[in-house]
């Protein structure tokens, strides 16, 4: 079966720092973008960043660039996510994502993982 695990979450001062981890039970990890959604109370899921196959391009949401970077090692099927600078409006529900390609969309993805939980205080 495909899982994808997401740790890393937790509670955090404003303008902290947190690396979430996403271990990826897929065989055939390389040949899937990854990314990163997260999911507010009562907002839809909305795009962080992804990341392509082969590590060199990384895309970012305009509230997020800047301060996240995601990173991916084929080697361990881990993908990454440092968040600095986080702020208030970051804390969210926070899933891994699989997909064929490189989306910007939740309808895209293949694969979700189970959600790890950001909070930022004031």
């Known amino acids: ?15 902290g720092s947190l690396r979430l981890s996403c ?21 839809e899921r909305e795009f962080v960043a992804a990341i392509n196959r082969s590590g060199d391009n990384a895309y970012y949401a305009d509230s997020v660039k800047g301060r996240f970077t995601i990173s991916r090692d084929n080697a361990k ?21 699989a997909a064929i390609v490189v989306v910007t969309k939740p309808s895209g993805v293949n694969y979700w993982g189970q959600g790890t939980q950001v909070t930022v205080s004031s």
């Open 1 to 15: 079966q495909v899982q994808l695990v997401d740790t890393g979450g937790g509670l955090v001062q404003a303008g």
């Open 77 to 97: 099927n881990t993908v990454y996510l440092q968040m600095n600078s986080l702020k208030p409006e970051d804390t969210a529900v926070y899933y891994c994502a």
């Open 23 to 43: 271990a990826a039970s897929l065989r055939t990890f390389s040949i899937y973008a990854m990314g990163w959604f997260r999911q507010a109370p009562g907002k």
